[in-house]
């Protein structure tokens, strides 16, 4: 839904001309997607260890999947880089990092390992520690 960016994902189901889309409103009701977003888990909830402190272990599968299928979609070359992606982010999270001295403060940090065409071959979530 970001292709399209609105203020909050109720207005794709707007019926307002600035900001409504009408291809989604066809497709499916809000209340139904309201559904999905309250109900979907990507990993069983009682597999997760008591003692586990890996707070993303809950999407670890679908990280996981989306790297299995970077590396099947390989495209041959050698010349790699590892870089780092920061994503903004303005909600509440404890998964989220605080810079005080970056332009933007909040953020989501992520390694990646990409070729020289920009195509992510794998990513991984950090919390480490920012100097």
Known sequence: MRYHKLP???NYWSCSDDLGVPIVRRVMP??????FLQYLHINDNSTIPADTKYKI??????????????D????GTTVLSVDESMIIFKGKSSLKQYN????IKRIYKLWYIADQKGYVKKFEYTKAKMS
């Open 8 to 10: 909050s994902y109720k």
């Open 72 to 75: 099947m979609l390989n495209n």
């Open 30 to 35: 809000r209340s139904r997607f309201e559904q």
């Open 100 to 103: 005080p001295k970056k332009p």
């Open 57 to 70: 272990y809950k999407i670890r599968p679908y990280v996981k999947a989306l790297n299995e299928q970077f």
